[in-house]
């Protein structure tokens, strides 16, 4: 029979949805993905660490807890203290599995490769350090490595040039707003944590853009005009999308959507902020914890919404301030252009 | 340091609760203690007619690295007018920081430099080795507070030393002073280990005084932390070679096998060695959301129970309530005191 590995589907799961599931798939495990984040996992999440650490890695023990319960064999919580180039995650993620082994309860036990990109991706060393946990061969190990790194590109290829637009909305409907939201993947994407923003604001016709959807490429070029580059992978994501949003024509706004207790969010989003004061961008920061009320976060985003449109209708005349480019649609061909001169995907 | 170089340093007043109150006006909310301390400082040292201000930096994943930047900014907003310099740890090497002090120091000669560089270095040795000297007189003396204002008066001579021999006297007498305090010898002293985040450790005000506290309750207390381990190892890329130091973070195997930035791994391996060396409890001190730190706190549940030895976690932000943590200190204090006792009670049998 084959072993039952368990990936809890938070924090960076959400970044690599594809690569770790494909690679146990590939190399003969069971694969449990935990269920989406529900009221349960952020209460025995919350039980199991102490109160101070944030949300999300509240919300990673959560999901850990339900996987014990789930006869799993295998755990997989990766070390990941980079995932690029003189980028770090954050200190609590590099220190998940000490957290996971130091808990209350007794987890089976832990796949725990080191994830470390500092200095470069290096594929052997992802060998190396995964082989010990497998009684398989390294080539083995290494054929489904490379599969699953494959699939994981195509898979940022496409997500990478689809904004997060409901169908049915008109891309030339010139009441669509753009809306940038500035969260970290894992924020964005868990639909529980976030009382499920993206889909509300892209009922409000709006144009959801993420961090994610604009190449690094960008956000590299962008970061680098600042003294001192973000030295966290995710820093570096928010204030270069942060930037290049507001350089983008077209009326817009910007949500900087970030959970209790974050650290990076804490310097990163008051940059972020700062900036969008200067360039004259209307923002609104949310901050999430186990308590936001799902009326209140409601409530706040139409009022933002309300007033972009307002903003929309009293700052901008008849005349087309950027030649042919009249309504927000075709202006938004400016990011659409700046998808397809993207080829940093397509390798 | 600076000034033998010939520049003049305004250091700003005291950490008081002005300081702080200035600073977490201006700070984003959710930022960690030192920063809105800093930002404090350094609008009360602008008062003071500071035109410059130096800063360490960091490349992660402590939010330190980003301090300087992130004050600049802030300072900048408020209309503060700052020239920042911000040092980076030499990561390419020694020569690398000499430079950016170059920068710093403009015209005064290499050697100069590196002599006000020595100097400072040594400097701070000195006054850490006597604060472990007061650390292990506080509790016992008899005239509570000897030691202490011992210690205030060496900072300021050691302050005005100018050169090597000044510093060695002014040191050798601070030292003598404090042996010969009188003292309770035969007074049973509980040893308490301080891990935690450095600032914290090293601000006294930022701590609520934990450190004087604890040694006016009756315990000896060993910081995992001192001044010059951080400026050598952090600053100067551990230019200066000690013997017999320990390094607290080979001993945080099994309990965190990866450095998560800060302190983390130290205070986590200055826990374990306390542990193993016959300390009677360990207090943890952090400012609130420090990120390496809660890494810790999550982890030391598990010390604590594998190597008996109780462990109490102290969160540090602007609203601490002096009683508050004083009932928190005695009561640990009591709990250590009464395991004690009935250790020594089971040994008698």
Not at chain 1, 219 to 238: A, D, I, M, S
Not at chain 2, 265 to 270: D, V
């Amino acid at each position: 029979m084959a072993c039952k590995v368990g990936i809890p589907r938070a924090l960076l799961y959400y970044r690599f949805s594809r690569l770790w599931p494909v690679f146990f798939e590939k190399i003969g495990y069971e694969v449990k993905i935990s269920d989406e984040t529900n009221k349960a996992t952020i209460d025995r999440g919350a039980a199991s660490v102490v109160d101070e650490v944030c949300l999300p890695v509240k919300i990673f023990f959560g999901h850990l807890d339900w996987l014990s319960d789930c006869a799993v064999d295998y755990l997989f919580v990766p070390r990941i203290v980079s995932i690029e180039k003189k980028a770090y995650i954050c200190p609590k993620v590099m220190g998940l599995p000490d957290m996971a082994a130091a808990a209350k309860k007794d987890y089976p036990p832990l796949i725990s490769p080191l994830i470390n990109n500092i200095g470069g991706e290096k594929d052997e060393e992802y060998i190396r350090e995964l082989s010990p946990y497998f009684s398989c061969g390294k080539k083995r190990l290494k054929q489904a490595w490379l599969e699953a790194k494959k699939e994981q590109t195509r898979y940022d290829h496409t997500i990478s040039k689809e904004l997060w637009i409901k169908e049915g909305l008109k891309d030339n409907d010139s009441e669509v707003l753009n809306v940038l939201v500035l969260s970290h993947c894992y924020v964005a994407h868990d639909r529980y944590l976030n009382m499920n923003l993206l889909e509300k604001l892209n009922e409000a016709r709006c144009r959801v853009i993420l961090p994610e959807n604009i190449s690094d490429e960008f956000l590299e070029r962008e970061v680098r005009g600042l003294k001192k580059r973000p030295f966290w992978t995710y820093g570096k994501q928010l204030l270069g999308s942060a930037f290049w949003f507001s350089r983008m024509p077209g009326r817009k706004g910007a949500i900087i959507l970030t959970t209790f207790g974050c650290g990076i969010d804490s310097f990163i989003g008051n940059m972020a902020e700062r900036h969008f004061k200067k360039a004259g961008i209307p923002y609104l920061i949310i901050t999430l914890d186990e308590h936001t009320g799902q009326a209140g976060l409601e409530t706040r985003v139409e009022a933002f919404l309300d007033m972009l449109r307002w903003r929309r209708k009293h700052y901008e005349n008849n005349f087309p301030p950027y030649g042919e480019y009249l309504d927000t649609a075709t202006r938004d061909a400016g990011i659409h252009r700046a998808y397809s001169c993207c080829t940093s995907y397509d390798k | 340091m600076l000034e033998y170089i010939g520049l003049t340093v305004v250091v700003p007043p005291m950490t008081s609760k002005r300081t702080i109150v200035l600073g977490t006006q201006y700070a984003p909310e959710f930022a960690c203690l030192p920063l809105k301390i800093n930002i404090g400082n350094f609008i009360e040292a602008k008062e003071h007619g500071a035109d410059t201000f130096l800063m360490a930096g960091g490349v992660g994943p402590c939010r330190f690295g980003l301090y300087g930047q992130l004050e600049a900014e802030i300072l900048g907003e408020l209309g503060i007018d700052y020239d920042a310099l911000i040092i980076e740890p030499p990561d390419k090497g020694i020569w690398q920081f000499v430079r950016r002090v170059r920068k710093i120091t403009g015209s005064a000669s290499w050697l100069r430099v590196l002599q006000g560089i020595h100097l400072g270095y040594r400097k701070a040795c000195c006054i850490d080795s006597l604060e472990r000297v007061v650390e292990s007189v506080r509790p016992r003396e008899r005239a509570e507070g000897t030691a202490d204002r011992i210690f205030k008066q060496a900072l300021s001579t050691i302050d005005r030393a100018n050169n090597n021999t000044e510093l060695e006297e002014a040191a050798g007498l601070a030292r003598q002073k404090l042996q010969h305090i009188p003292q309770n010898e035969d007074m049973d002293v509980l040893k308490i280990g301080l891990v935690g985040e450095i600032y914290t450790l090293l601000e006294p005000f930022a701590s609520g005084d934990v450190e004087r506290k604890l040694g006016r309750m009756g315990a000896h207390v060993v910081r995992s932390i001192y001044l010059s381990d951080w400026v050598n190892g952090h600053l100067l890329g551990g230019f200066f070679r000690r013997k017999g130091q320990e390094e607290y973070k080979n001993y945080a195997k099994p309990y965190l096998n990866h450095f998560v930035g800060g302190h983390g791994i130290e205070s986590i391996g200055a826990g374990v060695f306390f542990a193993n060396n016959g300390f009677d409890g360990i207090i943890h001190i952090a400012p609130l959301t420090c990120m390496p730190e809660i890494v810790a706190h999550c982890i030391f549940p598990k010390v604590s129970e594998d190597l008996d030895i109780p462990v109490m976690t102290i969160y540090l932000d602007e609203q601490a309530g002096e009683e508050g943590l004083n009932t928190r200190l005695e009561a640990f204090v009591d709990l250590l005191a009464r395991k004690r006792e009935a250790r020594e009670t089971y040994r008698a049998i």
